[in-house]
């Protein structure tokens, strides 16, 4: 999986000139679910938020102009005890159907749909996404929906991540 494999060849390759630093592993934007919502008609106000995974999917999100600042403030401030770490950042994980309930909640008139992945990437090649794009975003989810966004420990990551940013 294209984009989780460069995050840690790149913390690999790091690791191996032996350049202090601290790892921050950001979850979904707060963004990605808004600029992921479709249409239903024209000229409707109603939209269907569809990817290939079931409403139950835990997906973990991070406002990146609000929260980020936290989580860099520790690593700059805890340097010495935060070398070498890895921080995972998260607000926290929400369903797809909390996530469709809390827009429902700011007025937006959205449902849920679960898709297949040939229509979730037909989608995507349909706006202009590159094979490879395709294949990293189809995986990803597919990553979510079986271990979690950053493995099957991924709500202690979350957690762990929260006690970083706190101490800061």
Same mark, same amino acid.
């Given at each position: 999986?294209?984009?989780?494999?460069? +995050?840690?060849?790149?913390?690999?390759?790091?690791?191996?000139?032996?350049?202090?630093?601290?790892?921050?592993?950001?979850?979904?934007?707060?963004?990605?679910?808004?600029?992921?919502?479709?249409?239903?008609?024209?000229?409707?106000?109603?939209?269907?938020?569809?990817?290939?995974?079931?409403?139950?999917?835990?997906?973990?999100?991070?406002?990146?102009?609000?929260?980020?600042? +936290?989580?860099?403030?520790?690593?700059?401030?805890?340097?010495?005890?935060?070398?070498?770490?890895?921080?995972?950042?998260?607000?926290?994980?929400?369903?797809?159907?909390?996530?469709?309930?809390?827009?429902?909640?700011?007025?937006?008139?959205?449902?849920?749909?679960?898709?297949?992945?040939?229509?979730?990437?037909?989608?995507?090649?349909?706006?202009?996404?590159?094979?490879?794009?395709?294949?990293?975003?189809?995986?990803?989810? +597919?990553?979510?929906?079986?271990?979690?966004?950053?493995?099957?420990?991924?709500?202690?990551?979350?957690?762990?991540?929260?006690?970083?940013?706190?101490?800061?």
């Amino acid at each position: 999986m294209l984009h989780f494999d460069s +995050k840690a060849i790149i913390e690999s390759y790091i690791r191996a000139l032996n350049i202090p630093a601290t790892f921050l592993y950001m979850s979904a934007f707060s963004s990605f679910p808004l600029q992921s919502l479709i249409p239903l008609s024209t000229n409707s106000r109603t939209y269907k938020l569809s990817y290939p995974v079931p409403p139950t999917t835990l997906f973990p999100i991070i406002s990146p102009t609000s929260d980020t600042g +936290k989580y860099i403030t520790a690593i700059l401030s805890k340097r010495s005890s935060l070398l070498g770490k890895q921080i995972y950042a998260a607000e926290r994980s929400y369903t797809l159907t909390e996530l469709v309930d809390i827009m429902r909640e700011r007025g937006i008139d959205v449902i849920y749909e679960q898709c297949d992945e040939a229509a979730f990437r037909k989608r995507m090649a349909g706006v202009g996404f590159p094979d490879i794009f395709q294949d990293g975003v189809t995986d990803s989810f +597919k990553w979510f929906a079986e271990f979690g966004c950053f493995g099957k420990e991924t709500e202690q990551l979350i957690e762990e991540g929260h006690r970083y940013a706190n101490r800061a």
